[in-house]
């Protein structure tokens, strides 16, 4: 017998971050990891998917990439984008960033 592997992300769940007494809610960028999943704060978040200065789809920063990857897979599972839109913005914005310092 082998190891099931979960097809879908764990569901996303509500980090919180700790500051003395304070509890900041934190989105989960990389619902998949389990070992090190990246945390950012929802202000933090704003502001790296409103960031368009070179295009929406240029990213400066891998939490960039992934916030603005969150946020469009988000639209995507709210019905927001048509399936055709959806993929074509995916494939721009990872196209992107992986081609950034070529």
């Known amino acids: 017998m082998g190891i099931a592997m979960k097809t879908h992300p764990v569901e996303e769940q509500e980090y919180t971050k700790v500051h003395g007494e304070d509890m900041t809610p934190m989105i ?11 945390l950012i704060s929802p202000e933090t978040y704003q502001q790296l998917v409103l960031r368009n200065q070179k295009g929406w789809s240029f990213s400066d920063s891998s939490e960039e990439c992934l916030a603005k990857l969150h946020y469009l897979r988000q639209g995507f599972s709210e019905g927001k984008l048509d399936k055709p839109t959806f993929e074509m913005r995916e494939k721009k914005l990872i196209l992107s960033w992986w081609t950034r310092d070529l």
Request: charged letters at 20%.
């Open 28 to 38: 989960c960028l990389t619902p998949y990891a389990r070992d090190a999943p990246i």
